[in-house]
């Protein structure tokens, strides 16, 4: 059957573990060599950087999000062994981990993390669909002639390189498609490599439940629920027309992923279609000079996450969420992209102004939409704002410094309220 040793990369042929460097982490399936659609999920992401560029945390349960009344953005290991998990309220995830080292998003810092991983997939494959900072599908079919080894290794060296010289790690799913590959990712983590074979899909399907599915949230497994469809079994049962006429169109899927069937392919040009932040305040606030600093630092890694994808939006959204749970959305269209955060920052205050600063808020947001290329971005003048253009090159002097000596080197007076 054949195997390799995930740590040193070198062919096995019998044995549970490496003649060389004596690792048990031994990759061995009987269509390892075949399979070439993949999937990279990095391991508890925010945290895995936070435990790197921090050792005093190694050893201790982190969670990475907002404050009490904010939500869980990535939590370690440590923490998900006592039943943290991402996108729980922070006042819940204390509660089940009331030692926890909780740290604020440093959404720069994984960017630039993410940015080196991307290059290393650049480099096996042009096939590289991002789905996130932290994970992405790869088609690395016909590769092996180019590498000198089967896409299998390709992979397993990939993370071995995100170890040593990015300081995360990374779970491998393998399989001849992007549900299976997706899947399979998860099956072991962290730090795992998984391998599912065409031969095997059924059978390794029929009795998983169906919430695997991805996309399938909550309502929509209450729906298969209320049907009798738990497990992937109870799907295959079905006729299509009869999904189809109970599900609409989500029924000509389910029976296809039912039998693990997935004809969609990896694709390099996704597009974005929106880029966005938020924040969930610890205390209800309508103090004015609290919230225009939130604007700006929002507006700040909205810009930093577009430039960093090469993208620009030329939609700005403003969210506020009131005290009674209200949502309030108001959006602004721009005359061309934007990709700077002074612009950004600039229309959501104006729409911010145009709501007024009447009564107390808990949630504040900002976003960008209708995504195209960076270089159809900020390339005209504003008659109404002669000083715009000088503000546009002081903010790019600004991306400069800050690339080259870390995110906190210069800040605006603002962002400190």
């Excluded at 869980?72 to 440590?78: D, F, L, Q």
């Excluded at 959404?107 to 994970?135: F, G």
């Excluded at 059924?202 to 729906?223: R, T």
Aim: charged share 30%; hydrophobic share 40%; net charge positive.
């Amino acid at each position: 059957m054949p195997a390799f040793c995930r740590d040193c990369l070198v062919p096995l042929e019998t044995g549970p573990r490496c003649p060389r460097c004596r690792s048990f982490r031994v990759a061995r399936h009987p269509e390892l060599f075949d399979l070439s659609i993949a999937h990279m999920d990095c391991d508890a992401f925010y945290a895995s950087v936070e435990k790197r560029d921090n050792p005093e945390l190694a050893d201790k349960p982190v969670i990475v999000g907002g404050g009490r009344r904010g939500v869980v953005s990535t939590a370690c290991y440590i923490a998900r062994i006592r039943g943290v998990h991402s996108a729980m309220p922070m006042f819940r995830a204390l509660k089940l981990c009331p030692d926890a080292v909780v740290v604020k998003p440093r959404m720069n810092v994984y960017a630039e993390v993410s940015r080196a991983i991307r290059s290393m997939m650049d480099e096996l494959t042009p096939a590289v669909e991002p789905l996130s900072l932290d994970e992405a599908f790869m088609d690395l079919t016909g590769t092996a002639r180019l590498h000198g080894a089967p896409p299998a290794v390709m992979l397993a060296r990939l993370v071995r390189r995100m170890r040593d010289e990015l300081g995360v790690t990374g779970s491998i799913g393998l399989s001849h498609n992007k549900f299976l590959a997706k899947i399979a990712s998860d099956l072991d983590k962290p730090n795992g490599f998984s391998v599912i074979g065409q031969e095997e899909t059924l059978d390794f399907l029929a009795e998983k439940p169906v919430s695997m599915i991805w996309g399938v949230g909550a309502s929509g497994q209450a729906a298969l629920d209320r049907t009798g469809i738990r497990t992937f079994s109870d799907l295959r049962r079905w006729e299509e027309r009869d999904l189809i006429a109970r599900f609409g169109s989500m029924g000509h899927r389910l029976w296809h992923l039912a039998r693990g069937q997935d004809i969609r392919r990896v694709s390099a040009n996704t597009p974005v279609k929106s880029i966005s932040n938020e924040t969930t305040f610890h205390e209800d606030t309508g103090d004015a000079e609290i919230l225009d600093g939130h604007l700006w630092r929002m507006a700040e890694k909205v810009a930093d996450r577009a430039k960093a994808k090469r993208r620009a939006g030329r939609v700005v959204t403003l969210k506020l969420k009131r005290a009674d749970h209200s949502l309030i959305t108001r959006r602004h269209a721009l005359r061309e992209p934007t990709q700077m955060a002074d612009t950004i920052y600039a229309t959501a205050r104006h729409l911010f102004d145009q709501v007024g600063q009447n009564g107390r808020y808990r949630l504040l947001g900002v976003g960008i939409s209708e995504i195209s290329d960076a270089a159809d971005a900020d390339v005209s003048g504003d008659l109404l704002d002669p000083q715009a253009a000088q503000r546009r090159a002081a903010e790019r002097a600004a991306d400069s410094i800050r690339a080259r000596f870390g995110t906190g080197a210069i800040l605006k007076g603002r962002a400190m309220r």
